[in-house]
């Protein structure tokens, strides 16, 4: 898919750290998975009025120039094994123990494939991700708060947001004991059947993830989807794909 100029309208407007009106809690260090990154163009305003106050055209050297954020379009995301989000945002900015009862859901990303045309930097998180080990969540736990999306309040430290970020993994382990014994709520199918491995050819990325569901500050229900990026993305604004 051909991709036109980036573009200055986002899909993302970051307040206090978040984006804002974003159903589970995507924090501003996620612009490179979202496909945002901070651009240098000229800034067309400023120039003609210099020029109009000058009485010429401007040398190469007088061009006044600005920095925004920009954003693919269309977008090439790319989510990455281990990141974690909760729903509602605020939860985000609380401490643990006054989050947990306000928690309805979180998402845990397992597995991931960008879009093609991901930003650099993007890509490189992945890596990163994937050479942190087996457990995503430990992955996760390991990596600034920022990253993971988790205990990113003002002035609460990464390690805090690793313990947050633990205490959800004990949850979700206990979680997938449970079913694997035959008690709470089984898996959900995949939304997307997954390719035999060797034949994934397309420039569409998808992201595996387990959403889990919470009633009194415990895990009532975990599943496991499977969508495209681009659907994984929606699912985080709207609360649904």
Known sequence: MSRARR????NADFVDGHARDWA??????????????L?????RAANEALAKQLGRRLMPAERVMRTVWTQGNPPAYAFSRGQLMHEPAVVHTLPWQEALPL?????MVLDAKPDEGALPEALEEAIRADDEGDDPALGA????????????????TTRAAATNTLEVSAATDQADS????????????????APAPGTDTSPAGWVAFALYHYE???????????LSQADFVNL??????
């Open 103 to 107: 928690l309805r859901r979180s998402v």
């Open 24 to 37: 589970f809690g995507v924090h501003e260090a996620f612009r490179a998975p979202l496909d945002i990154s």
């Open 39 to 43: 651009d240098t163009r000229m800034d």
């Open 216 to 226: 009194n500050g415990q895990i009532a229900r975990r599943e496991e989807h499977r």
């Open 236 to 241: 985080l604004r709207y609360g649904q794909r």
């Open 178 to 193: 449970d079913e694997a014994t035959g008690h709470g709520t089984p898996d959900a199918v995949h939304d997307t059947p």
């Open 7 to 10: 573009t200055e309208t986002l």
């Open 141 to 156: 736990a390991s990596a600034a708060g920022a990253r993971v999306g988790t205990g990113t309040a003002k002035g609460q």
